[in-house]
């Protein structure tokens, strides 16, 4: 008996086809979306209201042809509005918060330019799928360092020091009178610098694995002026120096590391009486069928896997939590090292990213 098989149904192929193409118009929207940062266009847009592409020339001083085939480019995107009886361009005020404001809570624009580094690295990935290998983050290419550092200030502005940090139970006060804290995986520095300026009687210091991000972070604390009170060292995780901590925050970083469990552990060990750890984590389900569900999960996952899971399998221990673990799997990691109280904090303000306060 011969088996015939049967062909997907017409439908089935033009909504794959139709998924897939979305995608790509998506990535190739992605370096309009580059230019119009560096080119100040987007800036230009803000607040402007409708602009023809002349217009938008003369006030960024480009050449107007280029200019109307961007303008066209990121309208039929969905970023611009359009009229066509007067062929001019309006950046409303919610997309102008995303893609011009680099300091505001909604300020996306600072991602794109690491899509770069995705591209650039991904020969090295594939060896790794083969391999089981592995690099850090101080090895990808370094628009990714960069393009993180711009991308996480606002939520750190907005949500570590403004909302995540102060609802650690009993810690602000401490913080205002002054108190010690470590930042572990702490990258360029961004979140050592934000937690020294917002409380400056306390003294920071960040640890990260990376000699050059270590670098670039004492550079920047210089540049912020809170080199006196926010200091770096090239530590690990697992083995940073010093005790009487009285908050240990890990931003963004546990996943990444080779085993974090070892390194929460030593974070406990040298808290003082009464600290605490912080754990922000990317925001992800307990089950993987309910990320299909969560808006970030899409962008978590792939990350994860071009850069979280890289840098685990690069170090001692290889744990590749993933940056998308979930809430339970953090909380036996955290078990584990000794961290037996922890609680969510600050959901209300962390759409995006779980937060956790740890104590022993």
């Given at each position: 008996m011969t088996t015939v098989e049967t062909a997907p149904e017409t439908d089935l192929i033009e909504q794959a086809v139709g998924t897939v193409f979305g995608d790509l118009g998506a990535a190739c929207t992605a370096p309009l979306v580059v230019l119009g940062d560096r080119l100040g266009l987007f800036?230009?847009?803000?607040?402007?209201?409708?602009?023809?592409?002349a217009d938008l020339a003369a006030r960024t001083g480009l050449?107007?042809?280029?200019?109307?085939?961007?303008?066209?480019?990121?309208?039929?995107?969905?970023?611009?509005?359009?009229?066509?009886?007067?062929?001019?361009?309006?950046?409303?005020?919610?997309?102008?918060?995303?893609?011009?404001d680099d300091?505001?809570?909604?300020?996306?624009?600072?991602?794109?330019?690491?899509?770069?580094?995705?591209?650039?690295?991904?020969?090295?990935?594939?060896?790794?799928?083969?391999?089981?290998?592995?690099m850090g983050w101080g090895d990808h290419h370094p628009a990714l360092g960069a393009a993180q550092d711009r991308f996480t200030r606002p939520a750190y502005v907005h949500g570590l020091v403004a909302e995540w940090i102060p609802a650690v139970d009993g810690i602000?006060?401490?913080?205002?009178?002054?108190?010690?804290?470590?930042?572990?995986?702490?990258?360029?520095?961004?979140?050592?610098?934000?937690?020294?300026?917002?409380?400056?009687?306390?003294?920071v210091t960040g640890f990260d694995a990376d000699d050059a991000a270590i670098a670039h972070a004492r550079s920047a604390a210089v540049e912020a002026g809170v080199d006196d009170r926010v200091s770096f060292e090239v530590a690990d995780a697992a083995?940073?120096?010093?005790?009487?901590?009285?908050?240990?925050?890990?931003?963004?970083?546990?996943?990444?590391?080779?085993?974090p469990?070892?390194?929460?552990?030593?974070?406990?060990?040298?808290?003082?009486?009464?600290?605490?750890?912080?754990?922000?984590?990317?925001?992800?389900?307990d089950r993987f069928a309910d990320d299909f569900a969560n808006p970030y999960a899409r962008i978590g996952y792939a990350i994860s896997t071009l850069v979280c899971t890289p840098s685990s399998l690069a170090q001692p221990?290889?744990?590749a939590l993933g940056a998308m673990a979930g809430e339970a799997r953090l909380r036996e990691v955290l078990a584990a090292a000794g961290l037996t109280r922890v609680r969510r904090i600050a959901q209300d303000s962390a759409p995006?990213?779980?937060?956790?306060?740890?104590?022993?």
């Amino acid at each position: 008996m011969t088996t015939v098989e049967t062909a997907p149904e017409t439908d089935l192929i033009e909504q794959a086809v139709g998924t897939v193409f979305g995608d790509l118009g998506a990535a190739c929207t992605a370096p309009l979306v580059v230019l119009g940062d560096r080119l100040g266009l987007f800036r230009a847009l803000a607040g402007a209201g409708p602009l023809g592409p002349a217009d938008l020339a003369a006030r960024t001083g480009l050449a107007e042809r280029y200019v109307r085939e961007w303008l066209r480019g990121v309208a039929v995107a969905g970023y611009l509005d359009y009229d066509a009886a007067t062929d001019r361009f309006t950046l409303t005020d919610a997309y102008a918060a995303v893609l011009a404001d680099d300091a505001g809570p909604a300020a996306l624009i600072g991602v794109f330019p690491g899509f770069a580094a995705l591209w650039a690295d991904l020969d090295r990935i594939e060896d790794f799928f083969r391999s089981g290998g592995g690099m850090g983050w101080g090895d990808h290419h370094p628009a990714l360092g960069a393009a993180q550092d711009r991308f996480t200030r606002p939520a750190y502005v907005h949500g570590l020091v403004a909302e995540w940090i102060p609802a650690v139970d009993g810690i602000a006060p401490r913080l205002e009178a002054g108190a010690r804290v470590a930042d572990l995986g702490c990258g360029w520095g961004q979140s050592s610098i934000l937690i020294g300026q917002r409380w400056p009687n306390t003294r920071v210091t960040g640890f990260d694995a990376d000699d050059a991000a270590i670098a670039h972070a004492r550079s920047a604390a210089v540049e912020a002026g809170v080199d006196d009170r926010v200091s770096f060292e090239v530590a690990d995780a697992a083995g940073y120096p010093g005790k009487g901590y009285d908050l240990v925050t890990f931003t963004d970083s546990l996943h990444d590391m080779g085993d974090p469990v070892a390194a929460a552990a030593h974070a406990r060990t040298t808290l003082a009486d009464h600290g605490a750890v912080l754990v922000v984590e990317p925001l992800a389900a307990d089950r993987f069928a309910d990320d299909f569900a969560n808006p970030y999960a899409r962008i978590g996952y792939a990350i994860s896997t071009l850069v979280c899971t890289p840098s685990s399998l690069a170090q001692p221990g290889a744990a590749a939590l993933g940056a998308m673990a979930g809430e339970a799997r953090l909380r036996e990691v955290l078990a584990a090292a000794g961290l037996t109280r922890v609680r969510r904090i600050a959901q209300d303000s962390a759409p995006v990213n779980i937060v956790l306060e740890a104590r022993p």
